[in-house]
């Protein structure tokens, strides 16, 4: 890190008194020092001005920092919208229209950004099986705050199985998996395809079960909250054998487990709606001519004020007053008279802008035709500028006007003399055009500017807790809603201080692995994976570990833990090989990498307890719990890879249980040749971890 100097080093005094200690030696003559003398009252004036240029020049003005910040990679996080996932409760329409909106309680408003489309089935009921028998969890399924393991808690899940019970045999069937994450480590998220087990889904017919064809599972096998798409036969329909009772049914089970954890569910749901925390003042729609007509359904569209544009081999033109009806929730206009004035390239040659009635009287600007111009703009909340889109009128005295698109840029600073772009500034609230060196600038015109998408989003208020979104309205219907989870992703733009923060961390955030140290950070965020931890030990190969040092120098080992709820956990070969992979984009070309699965020894006990009271068995038994707890395998959040067994170590805990005045004796021993015996205690290999074997304990009351 470069150490500034400062330069702000002296303050008015100290100028003041540096400037008369120079007198005698440029002006001999002068001898009078004091206030009232004039040169002094200059050189106080000077002194004053000198002050404040240093305080200046000596910090660094935030626009100069975040300007440094981009230099570096690094660019200030914009503010997004949050996401909720809503469930009907009851009637479920057969569409929604873009624009449909809910409301929370204190009038944040989510927007359906793309129409709904519903499914023609529902979930009927959804069974487990096992080796006793089918077990109802449909309540548990679609009740918001319950789980359910659909194959069990244990790994071993030979015999068990989901099923899940619709109305409808259909060729394609999508459905909303909602999952619980309750495990101490997290899963890191995938960055592609992937999952830590295999589930097989089948479908019912008349003869048996059929394999389904996976369209799409955004839940890695039930990982993840997300949906599932599965894809059936023809020959689809009831069955009664292998299934709860007669019925349309469809069944998982784990073909592969994994090494880690087993999935759990908290829901499963069909035609789930999902909207975003926006509130849209203007947008755009871009359609197709045909048959000389076009169709819109937006609910903004149809409350809103809306303007009709053309194009054609020139770019767009409006239409003044265009004729339109709206007819069974459809807005409707009829084109055919503009028939042959259109672009005929297969691409949308109409677009209707539509916006509210208060943004209409701010929809269009006008022009000086001057470099640099800025127009005042500030609604009612954070503007999103990826969704900020502007169009500008050619000179009116071109031979054919037309309206050209303007894209928005973070920095005007980065365009070209011909582009043409235009900025938004947050802080000042205004949008700003070019000057014709950076940013081409708008001819001059009357209300040649025209704004025509622009939302407005809450940002990380707009996470709505669950429960907040009852009903989802469109232009002339509700539908009442429940809201199972609380709304996700919402952000507010980030501060300056925080980007540099950031920035510092992500200086610390290798890429690269060169020290051990980097090889265990990088390989504990293998993508997809539950690791608990990982050692990575230099010069060590666990196949051949008495090799000879010259044989092991460009050798790095990663002794690698999963978490699960096994007592031992051991990675299986999957598990190790997404590690490998994953770290073979940041080891060293002159390393090579090995994996390997942790080594339980097993330490046994044996130890005689002095006690001060008569409570021996209680003393017995708080000394036996606290042994094993020492040998945890997750204790505080990092394994004990390789860490020695020392006797002292086990004595003192016991000596501070309530109830032991002394450990008369204590003696250890590993099952492993491996571990080495030492005067401190066990000595284990370094991608080894020690957990308890036997534990035998006597008492004697004093």
Excluded at 108 to 122: D, G, K, M, N, Y
Aim: overall charge negative.
């Amino acid at each position: 890190m470069i150490n500034l100097p400062k330069l702000d080093d002296q303050n008015y005094n100290e100028i003041v008194e540096a400037a008369k200690r120079r007198i005698p030696v440029i002006f001999p003559e002068w001898t009078d020092f004091n206030e009232h003398d004039p040169g002094i009252t200059i050189i106080e004036l000077f002194a004053w001005l000198k002050e404040m240029q240093q305080y200046t020049l000596d910090r660094i003005p935030d626009a100069a920092r975040e300007a440094m910040l981009l230099l570096a990679g690094t660019e200030r996080r914009k503010p997004a919208p949050s996401e909720v996932s809503l469930v009907f409760d009851g009637e479920v329409p057969e569409r929604l229209p873009a624009g449909s909106v809910a409301l929370s309680a204190d009038g944040t408003e989510f927007t359906l950004t793309a129409p709904f489309e519903s499914q023609r089935f529902s979930v009927k009921s959804v069974f487990m099986r096992s080796a006793d028998g089918y077990v109802d969890v449909t309540g548990i399924s679609s009740e918001p705050g319950t789980v359910f393991y659909p194959f069990g808690a244990d790994l071993e899940c030979t015999g068990r199985y989901l099923y899940i019970c619709v109305d409808a045999p259909l060729s394609k069937l999508t459905f909303d998996i909602m999952t619980e994450d309750r495990c101490e480590v997290p899963r890191n998220a995938y960055s592609g395809d992937g999952a830590p087990r295999d589930i097989v889904w089948e479908y019912s017919t008349r003869s048996g079960f059929k394999s389904c064809t996976v369209v799409g599972d955004e839940t890695h096998a039930l990982s993840f909250p997300g949906r599932i798409t599965l894809g059936t036969g023809s020959d689809f329909g009831e069955c009664a054998e292998e299934a709860p009772h007669t019925g349309i049914w469809l069944r998982a089970r784990v073909e592969y487990s994994g090494c880690e954890d087993m999935p759990l569910l908290s829901g499963i749901y069909t035609n789930t709606v999902k909207l975003t925390q926006k509130r849209r003042e203007c947008a755009f729609a871009d359609l197709l001519i045909k048959d000389g007509q076009i169709e819109l359904d937006d609910v903004l569209a149809l409350n809103g004020e809306r303007m009709l544009m053309l194009r054609d081999c020139h770019g767009w033109f409006d239409i003044p007053e265009p004729e339109f009806q709206l007819k069974d929730g459809m807005l409707r206009y009829d084109l055919s008279q503009y028939s042959g004035m259109t672009a005929d390239d297969g691409k949308p040659n109409a677009r209707v802008v539509f916006c509210t009635g208060d943004f209409g009287n701010r929809i269009a600007l006008s022009s000086n035709g001057l470099s640099s111009q800025e127009f005042a703009f500030d609604p009612d909340g954070t503007v999103l500028t990826e969704e900020l889109r502007i169009m500008v009128m050619d000179r009116s005295d071109s031979e054919f006007p037309r309206w050209n698109e303007y894209s928005y840029i973070d920095d005007l600073g980065l365009a070209g003399p011909y582009d043409r772009v235009f900025t938004y500034d947050e802080d000042r609230r205004v949008i700003a055009f070019g000057d014709n060196e950076n940013g081409e600038v708008p001819p001059v015109g009357s209300d040649n500017i025209l704004i025509v998408s622009c939302s407005l989003t809450r940002g990380a208020s707009g996470n709505v807790s669950a429960g907040n979104l009852r009903a989802v309205r469109t232009a002339r219907n509700e539908y009442p809603v429940r809201q199972y989870s609380a709304g996700a992703g919402g952000r507010d733009r980030e501060g300056l201080e925080a980007a540099l923060r950031r920035f510092r961390y992500e200086l610390s955030d290798c890429q690269r692995a060169v020290s051990a140290g980097d090889y265990r950070r990088l390989a504990l965020k293998t993508p997809g994976l539950r690791v608990a931890d990982v050692r990575a030990i230099p010069f060590f190969d666990p196949d051949d570990q008495y090799a000879p040092p010259e044989k092991l120098r460009g050798i790095m080992t990663l002794a690698v833990l999963p978490y699960s709820r096994s007592s031992y956990p051991v990675p299986d070969e999957r598990f190790l090989s997404a590690v490998r992979k994953h770290m073979e984009k940041c080891r060293l070309l002159t390393v090579e990498l090995k994996t390997c699965a942790p080594l339980y020894v097993r330490v046994n006990i044996s130890a005689e307890i002095v006690c001060g009271t008569s409570e021996v068995a209680q003393v017995r038994g708080s000394a036996e719990k606290l042994l094993h707890g020492m040998f945890s395998v997750y204790s505080g959040g990092r394994s004990r890879f390789g860490e020695p067994v020392r006797e002292t170590d086990l004595i003192a805990a016991l000596c501070g249980i309530e109830g032991v005045l002394t450990v008369k004796y204590l003696r250890i021993s590993a099952d492993r040749p491996e571990c080495r015996r030492t005067s401190s205690g066990i000595q284990i290999p370094p991608h080894a971890i020690a957990c308890c074997g036997t534990v035998e304990l006597t008492t004697a009351e004093r």
